[in-house]
Protein backbone atom coordinates (compact mmCIF):
# COMPACT_ATOMS: atom_id res chain seq x y z
CA UNK A 1 0.00 0.00 0.00
CA UNK A 2 1.37 3.13 -1.02
CA UNK A 3 1.19 6.65 0.46
CA UNK A 4 -1.73 8.48 1.14
CA UNK A 5 -1.26 12.82 1.33
CA UNK A 6 -3.48 14.44 4.12
CA UNK A 7 -4.45 17.90 4.43
CA UNK A 8 -4.36 19.12 7.53
CA UNK A 9 -6.17 22.62 8.51
CA UNK A 10 -5.30 23.96 11.87
CA UNK A 11 -5.85 26.26 14.21
CA UNK A 12 -5.29 29.90 14.90
CA UNK A 13 -2.68 28.80 17.48
CA UNK A 14 -1.45 26.32 14.97
CA UNK A 15 -2.97 22.64 16.40
CA UNK A 16 -4.30 20.94 14.02
CA UNK A 17 -8.55 20.78 13.90
CA UNK A 18 -10.50 17.88 15.18
CA UNK A 19 -11.08 16.89 11.48
CA UNK A 20 -7.68 15.42 11.41
CA UNK A 21 -7.93 11.95 13.40
CA UNK A 22 -10.65 10.73 10.81
CA UNK A 23 -8.64 11.76 8.06
CA UNK A 24 -5.65 9.74 9.51
CA UNK A 25 -7.64 7.28 10.31
CA UNK A 26 -9.12 7.27 7.03
CA UNK A 27 -5.64 7.09 5.36
CA UNK A 28 -4.03 4.13 7.76
CA UNK A 29 -6.93 1.88 6.40
CA UNK A 30 -5.51 2.65 2.69
CA UNK A 31 -2.11 3.06 2.80
CA UNK A 32 0.85 5.57 4.86
CA UNK A 33 -0.70 8.56 6.05
CA UNK A 34 1.41 11.55 5.19
CA UNK A 35 0.28 14.45 7.10
CA UNK A 36 0.56 17.74 4.70
CA UNK A 37 0.34 21.03 6.72
CA UNK A 38 1.50 24.71 5.76
CA UNK A 39 3.02 26.90 8.71
CA UNK A 40 4.82 29.65 9.51
CA UNK A 41 9.12 29.46 8.92
CA UNK A 42 10.04 27.68 12.50
CA UNK A 43 6.61 27.46 13.68
CA UNK A 44 5.92 23.29 12.77
CA UNK A 45 8.02 21.64 15.69
CA UNK A 46 4.32 20.89 18.25
CA UNK A 47 1.98 20.33 15.30
CA UNK A 48 4.51 17.58 13.45
CA UNK A 49 4.49 15.99 17.07
CA UNK A 50 0.55 16.28 17.85
CA UNK A 51 0.19 14.80 14.14
CA UNK A 52 1.86 11.77 14.96
CA UNK A 53 -0.12 11.08 18.48
CA UNK A 54 -3.01 11.38 15.75
CA UNK A 55 -1.45 8.12 13.44
CA UNK A 56 0.58 10.53 10.42
CA UNK A 57 3.53 8.34 9.77
CA UNK A 58 5.02 11.40 7.86
CA UNK A 59 4.72 14.93 8.20
CA UNK A 60 5.31 17.03 6.06
CA UNK A 61 5.84 20.43 6.76
CA UNK A 62 5.51 23.28 3.96
CA UNK A 63 6.52 26.81 5.20
CA UNK A 64 5.07 29.73 3.75
CA UNK A 65 5.12 33.37 4.84
CA UNK A 66 2.22 34.15 2.69
CA UNK A 67 -0.08 31.82 3.85
CA UNK A 68 -1.84 33.88 6.49
CA UNK A 69 -3.01 36.62 3.45
CA UNK A 70 -3.39 34.05 1.38
CA UNK A 71 -6.66 32.01 1.28
CA UNK A 72 -5.31 28.56 0.60
CA UNK A 73 -2.57 29.17 -2.04
CA UNK A 74 -0.07 27.67 -0.06
CA UNK A 75 -1.51 24.72 0.95
CA UNK A 76 -2.60 23.99 -2.71
CA UNK A 77 1.21 24.19 -3.65
CA UNK A 78 2.28 22.16 -0.58
CA UNK A 79 -0.22 19.60 -1.41
CA UNK A 80 1.42 19.01 -4.71
CA UNK A 81 5.41 19.54 -3.94
CA UNK A 82 4.35 16.37 -1.00
CA UNK A 83 1.77 14.58 -3.43
CA UNK A 84 5.33 14.35 -5.53
CA UNK A 85 7.69 13.76 -2.62
CA UNK A 86 6.20 11.14 -1.34
CA UNK A 87 4.69 9.48 -4.46
CA UNK A 88 1.21 9.64 -2.95
CA UNK A 89 -1.73 8.26 -4.87
CA UNK A 90 -4.87 9.57 -3.66
CA UNK A 91 -4.97 13.12 -1.32
CA UNK A 92 -7.40 13.34 1.46
CA UNK A 93 -8.77 16.31 2.92
CA UNK A 94 -12.23 17.36 4.71
CA UNK A 95 -15.10 18.09 3.01
CA UNK A 96 -15.11 21.82 4.37
CA UNK A 97 -15.36 25.58 2.23
CA UNK A 98 -11.56 25.97 3.06
CA UNK A 99 -10.50 22.24 1.95
CA UNK A 100 -12.96 22.11 -1.33
CA UNK A 101 -11.53 24.81 -2.52
CA UNK A 102 -8.00 23.58 -2.12
CA UNK A 103 -9.07 20.59 -3.29
CA UNK A 104 -10.64 21.89 -6.48
CA UNK A 105 -7.31 24.20 -7.83
CA UNK A 106 -5.20 20.96 -6.72
CA UNK A 107 -6.46 18.92 -9.19
CA UNK A 108 -5.92 21.53 -12.19
CA UNK A 109 -2.35 21.72 -11.05
CA UNK A 110 -1.59 18.19 -10.67
CA UNK A 111 -4.26 16.51 -13.30
CA UNK A 112 -6.96 14.95 -10.91
CA UNK A 113 -10.03 15.07 -9.78
CA UNK A 114 -12.35 15.72 -6.70
CA UNK A 115 -14.73 12.83 -5.27
CA UNK A 116 -16.63 14.80 -3.07
CA UNK A 117 -18.36 14.94 0.04
CA UNK A 118 -17.19 11.10 0.83
CA UNK A 119 -18.30 9.20 4.12
CA UNK A 120 -16.28 6.16 3.10
CA UNK A 121 -13.27 4.74 1.53
CA UNK A 122 -12.03 1.31 0.56
CA UNK A 123 -10.12 -0.63 -2.30
CA UNK A 124 -11.74 -2.68 -4.89
CA UNK A 125 -11.56 -6.67 -4.34
CA UNK A 126 -8.25 -6.30 -6.41
CA UNK A 127 -7.16 -4.18 -3.73
CA UNK A 128 -6.14 -1.32 -6.82
CA UNK A 129 -8.30 1.44 -7.29
CA UNK A 130 -10.25 3.37 -4.57
CA UNK A 131 -13.64 3.41 -4.14
CA UNK A 132 -15.58 6.38 -2.54
CA UNK A 133 -18.60 6.19 -0.65
CA UNK A 134 -20.97 9.07 -0.75
CA UNK A 135 -24.49 9.38 0.78
CA UNK A 136 -27.19 10.80 -1.61
CA UNK A 137 -30.98 12.10 -1.95
CA UNK A 138 -31.09 12.79 1.35
CA UNK A 139 -29.37 9.90 2.82
CA UNK A 140 -31.36 7.25 1.60
CA UNK A 141 -29.07 6.27 -1.10
CA UNK A 142 -24.88 5.42 -0.37
CA UNK A 143 -23.69 5.58 -3.78
CA UNK A 144 -19.86 4.53 -5.03
CA UNK A 145 -17.09 6.24 -7.07
CA UNK A 146 -13.69 6.50 -8.60
CA UNK A 147 -11.34 8.09 -10.48
CA UNK A 148 -10.11 6.36 -13.50
CA UNK A 149 -6.19 7.78 -14.21
CA UNK A 150 -4.82 10.82 -12.66
CA UNK A 151 -4.27 12.08 -8.93
CA UNK A 152 -8.06 10.76 -6.84
CA UNK A 153 -8.63 13.96 -4.50
CA UNK A 154 -11.05 13.18 -1.53
CA UNK A 155 -12.91 15.36 0.16
CA UNK A 156 -14.82 13.44 3.59
CA UNK A 157 -17.92 14.76 4.92
CA UNK A 158 -16.56 15.62 8.67
CA UNK A 159 -17.33 12.87 11.09
CA UNK A 160 -18.41 10.38 9.02
CA UNK A 161 -14.93 8.02 9.54
CA UNK A 162 -14.52 6.36 12.89
CA UNK A 163 -11.62 4.70 12.15
CA UNK A 164 -8.60 6.02 13.88
CA UNK A 165 -4.76 5.27 13.54
CA UNK A 166 -2.62 4.28 15.93
CA UNK A 167 -0.24 6.54 17.33
CA UNK A 168 3.12 7.47 15.73
CA UNK A 169 5.82 8.12 18.65
CA UNK A 170 8.46 9.11 16.35
CA UNK A 171 6.88 10.51 12.71
CA UNK A 172 9.20 11.22 9.83
CA UNK A 173 9.52 15.03 9.32
CA UNK A 174 10.17 17.15 6.49
CA UNK A 175 10.33 20.66 6.40
CA UNK A 176 10.44 22.40 3.18
CA UNK A 177 9.38 25.79 1.78
CA UNK A 178 6.38 25.59 -0.75
CA UNK A 179 7.59 25.33 -4.21
CA UNK A 180 4.88 24.94 -6.25
CA UNK A 181 3.59 28.17 -7.67
CA UNK A 182 -0.54 27.49 -7.49
CA UNK A 183 -2.23 30.65 -9.43
CA UNK A 184 -2.88 33.59 -6.33
CA UNK A 185 -6.28 32.94 -4.45
CA UNK A 186 -8.41 35.25 -2.80
CA UNK A 187 -6.35 37.53 -0.68
CA UNK A 188 -6.54 38.95 2.96
CA UNK A 189 -6.54 42.34 3.71
CA UNK A 190 -8.15 42.74 7.08
CA UNK A 191 -9.20 39.93 9.14
CA UNK A 192 -11.68 40.83 12.60
CA UNK A 193 -11.99 37.20 15.05
CA UNK A 194 -15.88 36.65 15.29
CA UNK A 195 -16.97 37.14 19.11
CA UNK A 196 -17.55 33.17 20.02
CA UNK A 197 -21.49 33.23 20.16
CA UNK A 198 -21.35 30.09 22.37
CA UNK A 199 -18.65 27.56 24.40
CA UNK A 200 -20.74 24.61 22.68
CA UNK A 201 -18.69 22.65 20.04
CA UNK A 202 -18.63 23.20 16.33
CA UNK A 203 -21.86 22.14 14.73
CA UNK A 204 -20.19 20.62 11.68
CA UNK A 205 -17.94 18.41 13.41
CA UNK A 206 -19.27 18.07 17.06
CA UNK A 207 -19.80 14.56 18.52
CA UNK A 208 -23.66 15.36 19.50
CA UNK A 209 -26.04 17.33 18.14
CA UNK A 210 -29.39 18.50 19.67
CA UNK A 211 -31.79 20.00 16.78
CA UNK A 212 -35.12 21.87 17.37
CA UNK A 213 -38.07 22.00 14.48
CA UNK A 214 -40.89 24.36 14.40
CA UNK A 215 -42.33 22.12 16.93
CA UNK A 216 -40.38 24.33 19.75
CA UNK A 217 -42.96 26.61 19.05
CA UNK A 218 -41.35 29.77 19.52
CA UNK A 219 -37.80 31.51 19.89
CA UNK A 220 -38.38 31.20 23.94
CA UNK A 221 -38.78 27.65 24.10
CA UNK A 222 -36.31 26.84 22.07
CA UNK A 223 -34.12 27.41 24.74
CA UNK A 224 -35.37 23.88 25.87
CA UNK A 225 -33.19 22.42 22.71
CA UNK A 226 -30.33 24.90 24.40
CA UNK A 227 -30.68 22.96 27.81
CA UNK A 228 -30.81 19.52 26.77
CA UNK A 229 -27.74 20.39 24.55
CA UNK A 230 -25.95 21.33 27.14
CA UNK A 231 -26.54 18.52 29.73
CA UNK A 232 -24.73 16.32 26.69
CA UNK A 233 -22.19 18.77 25.66
CA UNK A 234 -23.93 19.16 22.03
CA UNK A 235 -23.56 21.54 19.74
CA UNK A 236 -27.37 23.07 18.80
CA UNK A 237 -28.99 22.55 14.91
CA UNK A 238 -31.58 23.54 14.12
CA UNK A 239 -34.71 22.66 11.05
CA UNK A 240 -35.36 25.32 8.06
CA UNK A 241 -38.59 25.85 9.67
CA UNK A 242 -37.08 26.86 12.81
CA UNK A 243 -34.92 29.25 10.95
CA UNK A 244 -37.16 30.58 9.16
CA UNK A 245 -39.63 31.15 12.19
CA UNK A 246 -37.00 33.31 13.79
CA UNK A 247 -36.04 30.88 16.55
CA UNK A 248 -32.45 30.64 15.67
CA UNK A 249 -30.02 32.27 13.33
CA UNK A 250 -29.35 30.58 10.01
CA UNK A 251 -25.84 29.13 10.55
CA UNK A 252 -27.55 26.81 12.86
CA UNK A 253 -29.46 25.21 9.81
CA UNK A 254 -29.07 20.91 9.48
CA UNK A 255 -30.02 19.97 5.82
CA UNK A 256 -29.68 20.35 2.32
CA UNK A 257 -29.41 24.18 2.45
CA UNK A 258 -27.29 24.35 5.80
CA UNK A 259 -24.96 22.42 7.43
CA UNK A 260 -23.62 18.43 6.92
CA UNK A 261 -23.10 16.59 9.91
CA UNK A 262 -21.89 12.93 11.08
CA UNK A 263 -22.11 12.94 14.53
CA UNK A 264 -21.63 9.89 17.03
CA UNK A 265 -25.64 11.31 18.27
CA UNK A 266 -27.87 13.30 17.00
CA UNK A 267 -31.32 14.42 18.25
CA UNK A 268 -34.18 15.85 16.29
CA UNK A 269 -36.85 17.26 18.64
CA UNK A 270 -39.47 18.52 16.94
CA UNK A 271 -38.89 18.21 13.85
CA UNK A 272 -40.54 16.30 11.23
CA UNK A 273 -37.84 14.72 8.96
CA UNK A 274 -38.55 16.49 6.12
CA UNK A 275 -35.91 14.51 2.65
CA UNK A 276 -34.23 18.58 2.69
CA UNK A 277 -33.52 18.20 6.77
CA UNK A 278 -32.68 14.64 6.52
CA UNK A 279 -29.77 15.08 3.74
CA UNK A 280 -27.76 16.92 6.85
CA UNK A 281 -27.98 14.62 9.35
CA UNK A 282 -28.97 11.47 8.26
CA UNK A 283 -25.57 10.05 8.50
CA UNK A 284 -25.35 9.85 12.03
CA UNK A 285 -24.37 7.15 13.56
CA UNK A 286 -27.33 7.41 15.91
CA UNK A 287 -30.31 9.10 16.13
CA UNK A 288 -33.33 9.75 18.71
CA UNK A 289 -36.41 11.25 17.55
CA UNK A 290 -38.48 12.85 20.30
CA UNK A 291 -42.17 13.94 18.07
CA UNK A 292 -46.15 13.71 18.74
CA UNK A 293 -46.60 12.33 15.82
CA UNK A 294 -46.06 9.09 15.83
CA UNK A 295 -46.13 9.12 11.74
CA UNK A 296 -43.52 11.81 11.52
CA UNK A 297 -41.23 10.77 9.06
CA UNK A 298 -38.44 11.36 11.22
CA UNK A 299 -39.24 7.81 13.06
CA UNK A 300 -38.64 5.99 9.90
CA UNK A 301 -34.78 6.74 10.03
CA UNK A 302 -34.47 7.61 14.17
CA UNK A 303 -32.54 4.39 16.06
CA UNK A 304 -35.12 5.65 18.94
CA UNK A 305 -37.38 6.90 19.11
CA UNK A 306 -40.00 8.80 21.64
CA UNK A 307 -43.67 9.85 20.35
CA UNK A 308 -44.26 12.29 22.87
CA UNK A 309 -44.55 15.97 23.64
CA UNK A 310 -41.33 18.10 23.84
CA UNK A 311 -42.00 20.15 26.46
CA UNK A 312 -42.75 16.91 29.17
CA UNK A 313 -40.21 14.49 27.50
CA UNK A 314 -36.84 16.73 26.85
CA UNK A 315 -37.70 18.09 30.71
CA UNK A 316 -37.32 14.68 32.16
CA UNK A 317 -34.83 13.53 29.88
CA UNK A 318 -32.47 16.37 31.06
CA UNK A 319 -33.34 15.63 34.61
CA UNK A 320 -32.55 12.10 34.05
CA UNK A 321 -29.12 12.71 32.48
CA UNK A 322 -28.97 14.95 35.93
CA UNK A 323 -29.30 12.27 38.20
CA UNK A 324 -26.76 9.98 36.28
CA UNK A 325 -24.50 12.81 36.92
CA UNK A 326 -24.66 13.05 40.06
P1 LIG B 1 -42.49 20.78 10.42
O1 LIG B 1 -42.41 19.99 9.19
O2 LIG B 1 -43.60 21.75 10.57
O3 LIG B 1 -42.54 19.72 11.62
C1 LIG B 1 -42.72 20.07 12.95
C2 LIG B 1 -42.83 18.76 13.72
O4 LIG B 1 -42.93 19.05 15.08
C3 LIG B 1 -44.07 17.93 13.35
O5 LIG B 1 -43.64 16.63 12.99
C4 LIG B 1 -44.91 17.92 14.62
O6 LIG B 1 -45.55 16.67 14.83
C5 LIG B 1 -43.85 18.14 15.66
N1 LIG B 1 -44.34 18.79 16.89
C6 LIG B 1 -45.14 19.90 16.98
N2 LIG B 1 -45.31 20.22 18.28
C7 LIG B 1 -44.63 19.29 19.01
C8 LIG B 1 -44.43 19.10 20.39
N3 LIG B 1 -44.94 19.92 21.31
N4 LIG B 1 -43.70 18.01 20.78
C9 LIG B 1 -43.17 17.16 19.88
N5 LIG B 1 -43.32 17.31 18.55
C10 LIG B 1 -44.04 18.38 18.12
N6 LIG B 1 -35.29 21.96 5.93
C11 LIG B 1 -34.27 21.76 6.77
O7 LIG B 1 -34.46 21.40 7.94
N7 LIG B 1 -32.99 21.96 6.34
C12 LIG B 1 -32.68 22.35 5.08
O8 LIG B 1 -31.50 22.52 4.76
C13 LIG B 1 -33.77 22.55 4.17
N8 LIG B 1 -33.53 22.91 2.89
C14 LIG B 1 -34.57 23.02 2.02
C15 LIG B 1 -34.33 23.30 0.67
C16 LIG B 1 -35.37 23.39 -0.21
C17 LIG B 1 -35.08 23.68 -1.66
C18 LIG B 1 -36.70 23.21 0.25
C19 LIG B 1 -37.86 23.29 -0.72
C20 LIG B 1 -36.95 22.94 1.57
C21 LIG B 1 -35.91 22.86 2.48
N9 LIG B 1 -36.14 22.58 3.83
C22 LIG B 1 -35.08 22.36 4.66
C23 LIG B 1 -37.50 22.62 4.41
C24 LIG B 1 -38.11 21.24 4.64
O9 LIG B 1 -38.78 20.84 3.45
C25 LIG B 1 -39.12 21.28 5.79
O10 LIG B 1 -40.09 22.25 5.52
C26 LIG B 1 -38.48 21.58 7.14
O11 LIG B 1 -37.40 20.72 7.39
C27 LIG B 1 -39.55 21.35 8.22
O12 LIG B 1 -39.03 21.72 9.47
P2 LIG B 1 -39.66 21.10 10.78
O13 LIG B 1 -39.54 19.62 10.75
O14 LIG B 1 -39.08 21.83 11.93
O15 LIG B 1 -41.18 21.58 10.70
Known amino acids: MGNIAVLIETTGDGAPKSTSAGLLGAAARMGTPVAVAVTAPGQGAHLAAKLGSLGAAHVYLAESDTAAVELGTAQVGALAD ?4 YS ?10 DSKSVAGRLAIIANGSVAADAVGVRYDEEGQEAIVQHSVFGGDFTTESTVEGGLMIITVRPGSIDARAEAVADPQIKTAAVSTAAAPGARIDHAT ?10 LRTAQAVVSGGRGLGSKEN ?7 ADSLGAAVGASRAAVDSGYVSQ ?6 TGVSVSP ?4 ALGISGAIQHRAGMQTAKTII ?9 IFDIADFGVVGDVFTVVPQLIDAIAARRS
Open 193 to 202: DAPAESDRPV
Open 251 to 256: SFQVGQ
Open 82 to 85: AVRA
Open 222 to 228: FALVDEL
Open 289 to 297: AINKDEDAP
Open 88 to 97: AQLVLASNTN
Open 264 to 267: QLYV
